[in-house]
């Protein structure tokens, strides 16, 4: 349940980074609360520790051992980001000079990423640079489209999606 004092630190937020009032009701995004409680899961091709809540990090390991046992090779481009994460990433856009409405376009309004929730994670896969459309190309994105949901992981931004974020075929969440 989200309470009082996190609705008003996303609106103190969105209003630092100048994003509408309107911009939930437009999107029809859901806020999402950060976790109780997040488990380490491995480095992403970065280096960098990626955590997950404690099912999405189980389902997580099983999907892609699953689909290296079917010669489908994925790895996590990042996990879960905190608020504040998400909120010094659009505003180093705006730094550099970015439209908000653009940002938005590829980045949720703080509050408002599934990456909160410590269960949606970007796949990325050797046969194509991360966080690219050209994803779905790939051997991997095809696997994931016929298994992912048997554990759990859906495809959360798909092509023509309603959110006002542009299609992500790297970004799936675990709904259990």
């Known amino acids: 349940m989200n309470s009082p004092s996190y609705l008003q630190r996303i609106q103190q937020i969105h ?13 029809v995004l859901c806020l999402c609360e950060e976790p109780q409680e997040l488990v380490p899961t491995e480095l ?13 990090s189980v389902a997580w390991q099983a999907m892609k051992q699953a689909a290296a046992e079917d010669g489908v090779m994925v790895f996590l481009v990042s996990a879960y980001r905190s ?8 505003r180093r856009k705006l730094d550099a000079g970015r439209d908000i409405a653009q940002i938005l376009c590829v980045n949720a309004a703080p509050g408002y990423s ?8 970007d796949i990325g896969t050797p046969e194509c640079p991360g966080l690219e459309e050209e994803f ?4 991997a994105f095809a696997w994931l489209q016929t298994h992912a949901a048997d554990f759990g992981y859906r495809l959360s ?12 075929p790297w970004h799936w969440c675990f709904s259990p």
Do not use: F, K, M
Not at 114 to 121: K, L, M, N, P, Q
Not at 157 to 168: K, W
């Open 44 to 56: 992403d091709y970065h280096g960098r520790e990626q955590r997950l809540t404690p099912a999405a």
């Open 157 to 168: 931004y798909p092509r023509d999606n309603t959110t006002g974020i542009s299609y992500e």
């Open 136 to 139: 779905e190309t790939t051997p």
């Open 114 to 121: 599934e990456h909160h929730t410590g269960r949606a994670i």
């Open 15 to 27: 209003l630092a980074l100048g994003i509408p009032d309107d911009y939930a009701h437009d999107t």
């Open 83 to 90: 608020v504040d994460y998400q909120a010094a990433l659009i």
